[in-house]
């Protein structure tokens, strides 16, 4: 956590002053301390100036919206994001997840739904975080993967740029070579069994890792879709 004290710091960012007020009595008396920004600016002023350990993100703000923000927010931050949201579309569940986000959660909101849901999405982050021991590398298609750095290097030495969600969806496929995978599999590798209504957003996180490690993405020859069951990890995998 952010302070000696391990007192989590969350930041909402919404412009709505009984909201804000809401979650600031509610979270503080559960062990948070909850900075506040009512628009895009304030909120990289204050991730300046805090040290947040977790964004909580209205969609429907003044000037950039709150999509716009979890794009920034995803290019120039690494702590986790919650939308929280009067939008109840699937399609901006979707793109939400899309751009980033760990979790979204509609308008009107169960605050202890909602601070379970923070608690959940910060503890995952954390534990992906912590030091892991070292347990060697995993080579695969040119490509070598360091569970222990949590990086994913290409042949020439380049580093793949890969977000927390796909690091660990490839490495949950890396782990099991040549297996098919169904959806529950690979929901449980990215968010323990708390998924809940999202979980076209693995489809999603596929095609945003196949971008990133197949010749062609088109036609992809490393993770292939198996119709009706999941996907499946078809390169030979060494271990070092």
């Known amino acids: 956590m952010s302070d000696a004290d391990a007192t989590p710091v969350l930041l909402v960012v919404d412009d709505d002053d009984a909201i804000v007020e809401l979650v600031r009595r509610y979270f503080g008396l559960h062990g948070f301390r909850v900075v506040a ?128 969600g796909e690091f660990d969806l490839l490495v949950a496929f890396v782990e099991r070579p040549n297996h098919v995978l169904s959806r529950d599999d690979l929901i449980g590798a990215l968010h323990g069994r708390e998924a809940g209504p999202y979980d076209r957003s693995v489809d999603m996180q596929v095609g945003r890792l196949r971008r990133k490690i197949e010749t062609d993405p088109a036609e992809p020859q490393l993770i292939k879709s198996v119709r009706g069951a999941g996907y499946l990890f078809t390169a030979k995998v060494e271990r070092r």
């Open 37 to 164: 920004a009512a628009d895009g600016r304030a909120m990289r002023a204050e991730l300046l100036s805090s040290p947040v350990d977790i964004v909580l993100l209205d969609l429907g703000l003044p000037g950039e919206d709150g999509l716009e923000l979890t794009r920034y927010l995803r290019m120039h931050w690494s702590g986790p994001i919650v939308i929280v949201s009067g939008r109840g579309d699937t399609v901006d569940r979707i793109v939400g997840l899309e751009l980033g986000a760990d979790d979204y959660v509609t308008k009107p909101f169960d605050l202890r739904e909602l601070l379970a849901r923070v608690r959940s999405v910060l503890r995952r982050s954390q534990e992906r975080a912590a030091p892991r021991p070292a347990a060697g590398t995993l080579r695969f298609a040119g490509f070598t993967l360091d569970p222990a750095s949590r990086t994913l290097v290409r042949a020439d030495g380049s580093t793949v740029g890969l977000t927390t």
